[in-house]
């Protein structure tokens, strides 16, 4: 069935360090794959989407390009902030049918 | 629009009560769900709805029940609370797969204890 997988956290970076939190999934056929970012005591927002192979999203710095040959969906920030501190979920949502499925989250931390 | 909206924010119920968590949303959206979030398992689907009397189950459903008798409510029942449903709840919604690239909005969770 369909899933994803992302990397364990919790990550710790010091402000303006890069950022990489790794995701792949498995899927048949073509999801749309997501990456959320949920602030300590909120519920998740959208950071940014991707709906096809080679898309790239982006959203305030934060990047992740589909990649259908690794199929992964890692996402990138050049430059933290205090402020990213959050935990960040990768999901997917097949082509047929409903259903999201979600990683488990990295938790990131950004100290100055 | 105010969105995906919970009701109660923070809840206390003691072992073998029963209580509704309520949802709403007013984007018209076909698919709503509800999902728990405990530490180190991510989020975990409970139940969801592709629309008004449609309603099926997801991950772990058991000691859950939902209703949707509107397109705009998708309320969770828990049927006699254990400790095991100490958690955090977030209702989401979408709208319904379009080659699936509509996201889910969720609501802003609700907190449960169970003593």
């Known amino acids: 069935g369909d899933s994803v997988t992302q990397m364990e956290g919790p990550v710790t970076l010091s402000e303006e360090a890069f950022l990489t939190i790794n995701c792949t999934y498995t899927a048949t056929g073509y999801p749309s794959l997501f990456w959320y970012v949920q602030y300590p005591g909120e519920g998740l927002q959208l950071l940014l989407k991707a709906t096809k192979a080679d898309d790239k999203g982006s959203n305030k710095g934060f990047e992740a390009t589909y990649r259908k040959e690794t199929t992964s969906f890692h996402l990138e920030k050049g430059s933290v902030q205090v402020s990213d501190s959050a935990v960040y979920f990768c999901a997917l949502r097949g082509r047929t049918g409903n259903q999201f499925y979600f990683g488990t989250g990295t938790s990131l931390t950004v100290i100055p | 629009n105010a969105g995906v909206t919970q009701t109660p924010k923070f809840q206390v119920l003691k072992t073998g009560q029963s209580m509704t968590l309520q949802c709403a949303q007013d984007m018209n959206h076909e698919y709503m769900s509800w999902y728990r979030q405990d530490p180190g398992m991510g989020l975990r689907l409970i139940h969801y709805?592709?629309?008004?009397?449609?309603?099926d189950q997801g991950e772990v459903p058991n000691g859950y029940n939902v209703s949707r008798s509107t397109t705009e409510d998708f309320p969770l029942r828990l049927l006699s609370a254990a400790p095991s449903q100490t958690s955090v709840y977030f209702c989401?919604?979408?709208?319904?797969?379009?080659?699936?690239?509509?996201?889910?909005?969720f609501g802003p969770g609700t907190r449960l204890t169970v003593t």
């Open positions: 989401a919604s979408s709208y319904s797969s379009s080659g699936g690239s509509n996201e889910q909005y």
């Open positions: 709805s592709v629309g008004a009397g449609i309603t």
